[in-house]
């Protein structure tokens, strides 16, 4: 039987064991996955300026944040029906599940999703081998 949890439950985990440094933050949906030697993370926030972003690695963690500025007021003040979009600072720290080569990490911002490739580091194993008379 296999188990799956459903996204709400990871996002209530994950922000549980990596308490966000700003409370007022959001928290943008992330895919991640790895094909190969290559871990690909995948960061929808739209409306964000590639220049608000900023990635950091600190301690086999990946550290995602920005801004995503307020819409511009109107002249009239607004009464909103339904607010479902989030603005303001956002952070997410990711702990990467294998050792990483720091060199080749590339990132992309297309349409509002910033594309990360990270490549895994290559472990060498050593075998030794014993001498038997």
């Not at 990871?10 to 933050?25: N, T």
């Not at 739209?46 to 086999?60: A, F, I, K, N």
């Not at 990132?107 to 194993?125: D, S």
């Amino acid at each position: 039987m296999s188990f799956r949890l459903k996204p709400e439950i990871l996002f209530i985990l994950e922000r549980s064991e990596y308490p966000q440094e700003m409370e007022d933050s959001f928290f943008p949906p992330l895919d991640m996955y790895y094909s190969k030697n290559t871990l690909y993370l995948e960061v929808e926030i739209p409306g964000v300026d590639p220049q608000d972003v900023r990635l950091t690695l600190q301690e086999g963690h990946l550290v995602i944040e920005g801004n995503k500025k307020e819409r511009q007021q109107s002249s009239a003040p607004l009464s909103f029906i339904r607010m479902e979009r989030f603005w303001g600072p956002f952070k997410r720290v990711i702990k990467l599940p294998h050792p990483i080569d720091n060199q080749g990490i590339k990132a992309v911002f297309r349409k509002g999703v910033l594309y990360i490739q990270i490549p895994l580091k290559k472990e060498e194993r050593i075998v030794k081998i014993d001498q038997e008379d």
